[in-house]
Each structure stands twice: as structure tokens, then as C-alpha cells.
């Protein structure tokens, strides 16, 4: 198991960005959490095999239909948190 931070930016909020992105990574069985920011990106904590946070990370690239993603920022995340299925979170 290993845990990434994804900063998302471009035409990612107001279009479904969120729920998207949680719908697809919990369906890939990751655990996690999305959020908007302030400055107009979203964040997401994602948590599982590498092989399939890497599929997380090609599908944050797509978007919903209404998104244009300009750029995914991957890191690593230390554990600060229990992490159990995925939701989305209010915006910071």
C-alpha cells in the first residue's frame, strides 16, 4: 500500500470534477478523499497499490466530460490519517 496527494488544476470545479473522481477511485477500490480549494484546483488523497493509484493518476488527467485538467501534481503523502473508502470533503 501507498498514499499519493494529487493537486488538479485547470477547469476542475463546477463541472462534476469531484464526484467523478471519487465515483472512479473508489471503484477502483481506493481509499481517499477529494476535495475543492480555494484557489480554484482539487486535491485528493488516494490509497492502495501502486498499480492502481498509477490508473487513478492517468484517469485524473481525463476529467469529467465538462473538465479541461491542465495539470496533476503527484507526491507522496505521509500517513497523518486512518484511511477507509472514499469520500469527498468540504472545500478548504
Known amino acids: 500500500m501507498i498514499r499519493r496527494r494529487l493537486t488538479i488544476t485547470g477547469k476542475v470545479q463546477n463541472v462534476w470534477y469531484r464526484a467523478w473522481f471519487a465515483e472512479r477511485a473508489a471503484g477502483l477500490g481506493l481509499d481517499g478523499w477529494v ?25 485524473a488527467w481525463e476529467g469529467s466530460p465538462a473538465s479541461r485538467v491542465s495539470d496533476v501534481v503527484v507526491s507522496d503523502d505521509a500517513p497523518a490519517e486512518v484511511l477507509s473508502g472514499f469520500e469527498t470533503r468540504a472545500t478548504f
Not at 480549494?37 to 493509484?53: F, L
Open 35 to 59: 476535495r475543492n480549494r480555494a484557489d480554484g484546483s482539487v486535491e485528493a488523497v488516494v490509497q492502495g497499490p501502486s498499480e492502481t493509484i498509477d490508473a487513478m493518476v492517468r484517469l
